[in-house]
């Protein structure tokens, strides 16, 4: 059985930082790109990040580009968000989830398996 | 304002159809990228409801169904159930300068 668990989120000041965690389970972690997604409260799905299964390709949302890395540790089967220089905008639920292949065309992207999210708040 | 425009909400009583739009333009759903459903039940993680247009994965009721045409996409859901209630988002790819993976805004299904 599929299973990813996030972690790392919490209340935190503007202009610092944060790191998310998600550990997986019951697939192949190294055959597959990881994903992050966030939802804001009260808003809608935004897609933050994909790094493909060997790390070679990380892709990019507008607003995290140059502040975000999407990281990988594929014999821990983790997968990380170095979150810098946070912005209240940046309060969300932060989800990681797996892509259908290897994550190299981001065109092809979709996400058939989710972790139940962790809340991160930017707030002084 | 996403890229992506899908109602706010729509309702529906148990037993009958809804569809659900997802709007886009020429430069994700009418350039010919895949379509993705999910569905967001609070408290829960979200799920993968459909991919690539119409197929569904193993698990999902035939009661979904999904449809592409031109810069347009629906979700359809028959034999509404209670269970149903829930938020659904479509995604896809977009090509122009802010591109890369995008939602629709998101729609609240009620079932009365």
């Known amino acids: 059985q599929v299973q990813l668990a996030e972690s790392g989120g919490g209340v935190v000041q503007p202009g610092r930082s944060l790191r998310l965690s998600c550990a997986v389970s019951?697939?192949?972690?190294?055959?597959?790109?990881m994903h992050w997604v966030r939802q804001a409260p009260g808003g809608g799905l935004e897609w933050v990040a994909l790094i493909s299964n060997d790390e070679t390709k990380k892709y990019y949302g507008d607003s995290v580009k140059g502040r975000f890395t999407i990281s990988r540790d594929n014999s821990k089967n983790t997968v990380f968000l170095q979150m810098n220089s946070l912005r209240p905008e940046d309060t969300a639920v932060y989800y990681c989830?797996?892509?259908?292949?290897?994550?190299?065309?981001?065109?092809?992207?979709?996400?058939?398996?989710w972790g139940q999210g962790t809340l991160v708040t930017v707030s002084s | 304002q996403s890229v992506l425009t899908q109602p706010p909400s729509v309702s529906g009583a148990p037993g009958r159809r809804v569809t659900i739009s997802c709007t886009g333009s020429s430069s994700n759903i009418g350039a010919g990228y895949d379509v993705h459903w999910y569905q967001l039940l609070p408290g829960t993680a979200p799920k993968l409801l459909i991919y690539g247009n119409n197929n569904r994965p193993l698990g999902v009721p035939d009661r979904f169904s999904g449809s592409k045409s031109g810069t347009s996409a629906s979700l359809a859901i028959t034999r509404l159930q209670a269970e149903d209630e829930a938020d659904y988002y479509c995604q896809s790819y977009d090509s122009s300068l802010s591109g890369y993976v995008i939602f629709g805004g998101g729609t609240k299904l009620t079932v009365l």
């Open positions: 989830a797996k892509d259908r292949g290897w994550g190299i065309s981001v065109a092809a992207s979709y996400f058939n398996s």
């Open positions: 019951g697939f192949t972690f190294g055959s597959y790109g």
